[in-house]
């Protein structure tokens, strides 16, 4: 069970338009037991399309295709399929009636591309949109079922769940594949690897293991491909508890879970709130934690300390353990951890203070340094580490680290 | 001048990681002039990976590669390379060097696989790469260059600014290519449009105008391609010209910068300081402003009063105000905007308090409602707009229209 998407447009190809499309039916088609085996974007342009279709053709079982089905000119998908299947552009009328009916509930005039919208080839099923104006057109040749959808997210989004995939679904059940992620943290991608150099070798056959890292964050993908679903789960399962055991330290969520999610979920369980109280991170940990819908049930709120004259008069960190220590010291952000939890009234906060690049360095500290501190009922506690020299992957990596502290005290991992 | 993009990994096909790497890659391509005819998207597999690069061998002048250089056993990139180019895996003593230098300074150990990160193919150019471990590798076959570079996009990022991007400006220069971007703010890209019609039909022929939205930001990029450089400057410059005559309202600032860029030159050439106090923006804003190089020179610090009591307590607000008008109102936004930029002494504060959503609207002020506040020593002001319904996109754009806000109240617009 084989699939492809192409993807059609300028704007992808100059980096307009980041391809979001390919992703979701990438993860639909998967979730289906589909191997997306390619995703091809080209130009608005006759002999490309004619090329990547007969390219294409006889050897996926479906190929899905987004874009230039619009009305403006650059839009010619719809003709240079009928130039592959040999067909002709008709009206359909139950389209045509769905366009004006559409048009006059708006109150929007309607032209010419406007009706130019209900021509689809003659040979072809059409697939109504109730999204927009542009329907979806399905094609079969060679045993392969070519699909052709608008560009516009939520319209291809609408076709694909209205028509497209209940129809794969019925007629394409054979093969399951199953994905589960594990998240880790606190190792590099070498070294995990390493560790499970057993597990992996071990893995029975209808699993694969990806590493996906990202921050500091290694995503541990594993996909199980095989016929028989319930087998499947089963292997998988006792795959994913084998991992809890080899690396128990390491793993802090499954699927998609971020710190910020995890961390979320924890306070909210626990009745609890956070405060964070930031120097380096210039607030992104707050915006992180904020990113999550409901955070204002346990986050209450920051003090950026930028500048040190925050750090003492907001912050209450006294002149003697800047000057001893300097800003950049475990000692320094335990004070500010300590500060922003009682002015902010919170259970936990967390501080950070850190050299992001890309001046501000010395030999004792360079760009990359940053101390983090974790204030909470049982206590304070505090670490150093070290980065790399990028302002902006630094600052995302002091923030998930410092997140990582969080999670550790409040798991008292 | 044709290239095309090849990114490699399961997780692309799944749906699992959105390609921003190609867009971002064939926008600079294009910038270069290059013509991006292809994007195609293949699995961490041997067979796939050696069919996709004997398609495009010799049918571009480019072709990018990212993906599958990592450490771990999925990442075979490296070694089909070598199978294909006919050569073999060796060590670089220079990339070793490196790679055990950067272990050494984060105190991080080192395995046999972090050592492997240093074997390159023996007939390849290598490609140093300062922000992660594994290096860039350029070949060159059938009159196509192909580089190959990790799919880390600020390892991929850095390895394209250091090394190919300039060395592909200097091989292919037959044809100039300006690009000159102009950044609007205020207005949507449709009424934009209508508003520059005229602008767009007396363009001289070498230039062509492209909108690209984001977050409310309207880029317009003018491209001019031609023989003679000095003519497409001379012309390029008097079409600037008449734009910023046509939209002078609209314009902040030229090709990439953003307002956190403006603002920050602004407050520097002034020897001003800024400060934030942020409800539903919880330390966007902050974080944008602190993105940029040197930006302790003048941002201080900030409140961020995610709940009620932090507005009263920390930032002063009074209860009566709050009662009144509630947290969501252009009088608490100015109190807290005072407040801020009492606290925490700067001449400037900027304060927000919406409903990013998804819930906690209602008739009144529905989701996507935020009231803004800029202090500064020509006193307070304060607007209230309206956006969407994703969270997201709204943090996104409060966060923009207070930098507007700031940005009118420093040059006085």
Redesign the interface.
Same mark, same amino acid.
């Given at each position: 069970m084989k699939a492809q998407i192409i993807t059609i447009g300028d704007e =992808?190809?100059?980096?307009?338009?980041?391809?979001?499309n390919?992703?979701?039916?990438?993860?639909?088609l /998967?979730s289906l037991g589909f191997d997306?085996?390619? @995703?091809?974007?080209?130009?608005d342009l006759r002999l490309?399309i004619l090329d990547v279709l007969a390219e294409v053709s006889g050897k996926s079982d479906v190929v899905l295709i987004t874009g230039g089905l619009g009305p403006t000119s650059d839009d010619i998908t719809k003709q240079t399929l009928c130039e592959f299947f040999k067909t002709k552009l008709v009206t359909d009328h139950e389209v045509l009636d769905m366009i004006e009916e559409m048009y006059k509930q708006r109150n929007w005039p309607m032209n010419e591309n406007n009706r130019r919208q209900a021509e689809v080839p003659e040979a072809c099923r059409v697939l109504k949109n109730r999204a927009g104006t542009a329907p979806g057109i399905w094609f079969e040749k060679d045993k392969t079922i070519f699909v052709s959808m608008p560009g516009v997210p939520h319209e291809m989004k609408h076709i694909m769940n209205e028509h497209i995939l209940p129809e794969l679904k019925k007629r394409f059940s054979s093969q399951a594949i199953i994905?589960k992620?594990i998240m880790t943290y606190g190792i590099?991608?070498? /070294?995990l690897?390493?560790i499970l150099t057993g597990f992996?070798e071990t893995l029975p056959k209808e699993l %694969?293991?990806?590493?996906?890292?990202?921050s500091g964050i290694i995503k541990l @993908?594993l996909?199980a491909t095989g016929q028989d679903k319930r087998y499947l789960n089963t292997i998988m399962t006792e795959q994913i508890k084998k991992l809890y055991t080899t690396i128990p330290e390491l793993i802090f969520a499954e699927d998609e879970e971020s710190f910020e999610m995890v961390i979320g979920n924890l306070l909210k369980e626990n009745g609890k709130t956070i405060s964070?109280a930031?120097s380096c991170?210039?607030?992104?940990?707050?915006?992180m =934690?904020?990113?999550i819908?409901? /955070?204002?049930q346990y986050? %209450?709120?920051?003090?950026?300390?930028?500048?040190n /004259?925050?750090k003492t008069d907001?912050l209450g960190v006294s002149q003697e353990i800047l000057e001893k220590f300097g800003a950049v010291s475990r000692e320094t952000v335990e004070k500010m951890a300590e500060g922003a939890r009682s002015? =902010? %009234?919170t259970d936990y906060a967390v501080a950070t203070s850190g050299i992001a690049?890309?001046?501000?360095g010395n030999e004792l500290k360079?760009v990359?340094t940053v101390c983090i501190a974790v204030s909470s009922p049982s206590g304070t506690i505090s670490e150093k580490r070290?980065?790399?020299?990028? @302002?902006?992957?630094n600052?995302n990596r002091f923030s998930i680290a410092a997140l990582h502290l969080v999670w550790r005290q409040i798991t008292c991992q």
């Open positions: =992808l190809l100059i980096g307009q338009t980041v391809d979001t390919s992703a979701w039916m990438g993860s639909e /998967s997306v085996c390619r @995703r091809i974007s080209i130009h490309d994905h992620n590099g991608e070498a /070294s690897a390493e992996e %694969k293991l990806a590493y996906l890292p990202a @993908r996909t964070t930031e991170t210039g607030g992104r940990i707050a915006s =934690l904020t990113s819908p409901g /955070s204002s986050f %209450k709120g920051s003090v950026i300390a930028y500048d /004259s925050i907001v002015l =902010l %009234k690049g890309p001046d501000g360079p990359g070290r980065f790399g020299n990028e @302002r902006i992957a600052i």
